[in-house]
């Protein structure tokens, strides 16, 4: 018998992964030298802390 996970989000989190979802936390993706957004993919400044266009930021 499996063991149970330590918490409801890892819980959550294998229910995802064993269905083919990405549970991995996402982080700004370096394009040149600007952040790209990982959801929108729009380019900004370094010092960028939250996406302009869809609002994304790394804390969600």
């Not at 064993?18 to 370094?46: I, V």
Request: charged share 25%; net charge negative; with cysteine.
């Amino acid at each position: 018998m499996a063991t149970a996970p330590n918490s409801d989000d890892a819980l959550l989190d294998q229910f995802l992964k064993n269905r083919g979802h990405d549970t991995d936390s996402l982080e700004w993706e370096a394009s040149y030298n600007k952040k790209q957004c990982p959801e929108c993919s729009a380019l900004h400044q370094s010092s960028a802390s939250k996406c302009s266009v869809c609002g994304w930021n790394p804390e969600r």
